[in-house]
């Protein structure tokens, strides 16, 4: 079993940054991809961006260029930078990781609230 624990979420002005972390316990040796997704009231969880062990990303096309993936393998961690934030991307946001490309079916954590709101 993998246990997944976010932090960083809040309360933010539009065009004001958060940082989400997620750090991984447990079976870590399976989690080949961890990412993020969000999910906003009355609306379908979407992904937001994911990373390989190796590094490679993908985003969603609402947060390119104003959102950035990392991770860091030593600390079993991945990291959410988010920089010019808007009301729309008030959201539910969930640490997700796994063994594929597309892990939704693997580990999530318990979610993190951001509300950009002035």
């Known amino acids: 079993q993998v246990q997944l624990v976010e932090s960083g979420g809040g309360l933010v002005q539009p065009g004001g940054s958060l940082r989400l972390s997620c750090a991984a316990s447990?079976?870590?040796?399976?989690?080949?991809?961890m990412g993020w997704y969000r999910q906003a009231p009355g609306k379908q969880r979407e992904l937001v961006a994911r990373?390989?062990?190796?590094?490679?990303?993908n985003y969603a096309d609402a947060v390119k260029g104003r959102f950035t993936i990392s991770r860091d393998n030593a600390k079993n961690t991945v990291y959410l930078q988010m920089n010019s934030l808007k009301p729309e991307d008030t959201a539910v946001y969930y640490c997700?990781?796994?063994?594929?490309?597309?892990?939704?079916?693997?580990?999530w954590g318990q979610g993190t609230q951001v509300t950009v709101s002035s």
């Open positions: 447990g079976r870590i040796q399976s989690l080949y991809v």
């Open positions: 990373i390989t062990r190796s590094g490679n990303t």
């Open positions: 997700n990781a796994g063994p594929f490309w597309n892990s939704t079916d693997y580990y």
